[in-house]
């Protein structure tokens, strides 16, 4: 498992990549799913260095529209970083059922 984005940033970087799975996006698109997922907006200072370190690791890329998607590594990563997320919160079930 080799996890080389997904452990620097908690799992900002994660959900990006999880986002960009599911639709190939533009920047502020993928803000506003972080928005839904997180309750509040990332600010650009925190989402554009994360993309960007994406692209420089090879996981996802920008066409020319500066729309994101992921790549074959990025595919991977991804596939490793779920294996790690479950691994970690095999218990979601009864975290989520914490009383509040």
């Given at each position: 498992?080799?996890?080389?984005?997904?452990?620097?940033?908690?799992?900002?970087?994660?959900?990006i990549?999880?986002?960009?799975?599911?639709?190939?996006?533009?920047?502020?698109?993928?803000?506003?799913e972080?928005?839904?997922?997180?309750?509040?907006?990332?600010?650009?200072?925190?989402?554009?260095?994360?993309?960007?370190?994406?692209?420089?690791?090879?996981?996802?890329?920008?066409?020319?529209?500066?729309?994101?998607?992921?790549?074959?590594?990025?595919?991977?990563?991804?596939?490793s970083?779920?294996e790690?997320?479950?691994?970690?919160?095999?218990?979601?079930?009864?975290?989520?059922?914490?009383?509040?």
């Amino acid at each position: 498992m080799s996890m080389k984005c997904c452990e620097m940033k908690g799992f900002l970087t994660y959900l990006i990549l999880w986002i960009l799975n599911k639709n190939n996006l533009n920047g502020a698109q993928i803000s506003r799913e972080l928005e839904k997922r997180r309750g509040n907006k990332p600010s650009p200072g925190t989402i554009y260095p994360a993309l960007k370190e994406l692209k420089n690791k090879g996981l996802i890329k920008m066409d020319d529209d500066k729309i994101y998607s992921l790549t074959d590594e990025g595919q991977e990563e991804l596939k490793s970083g779920c294996e790690f997320f479950c691994k970690i919160f095999y218990d979601m079930e009864e975290m989520s059922n914490f009383p509040r």
